[in-house]
């Protein structure tokens, strides 16, 4: 059990760029004991409305990542929140070391779940 998870990266060390802005995004397997392997590079053109993005390149770059669980990302505008939403896609807004925060979001997965009374 795991789950594949979509980072927005500058390097492939740190959270560091918005989701709109992004020109890489990284995509890895998520083990519940926090370990991770890369999968893909995901290479493209910045999808923000200062950066002449549309709503084809948005909708090409959700079929990219249609297989992830989440997104860790720096910062995610209304829009593209709501579209990921759409899609079952959870977002994940920090910053910083990868590893890291690729850890705090396995807890987070395995946290318990409490039943409803």
Known sequence: MGW???ITSSDGENV????GRATRIYVVDLSPDGEYAAVDVLQRPPY??????TRNDLNELLRRVSGCRAVLTQKA???VQMT???HDIQIFEQSGA???NLL???RYYRRP?????
Do not use: Y
């Not at 923000?48 to 993005?53: F, K, L, R, T, V």
């Not at 779940?113 to 009374?117: G, H, L, M, N, T």
């Open 104 to 106: 705090k979001i396995s």
């Open 16 to 19: 560091d760029q918005s989701f």
């Open 98 to 100: 990868i590893k890291e």
């Open 4 to 6: 594949r998870i979509a």
């Open 113 to 117: 779940v409490k039943s409803p009374a």
């Open 77 to 79: 505008g209304d829009f």
């Open 48 to 53: 923000c409305d200062q950066c002449g993005g």
């Open 84 to 86: 990921l939403a759409e």
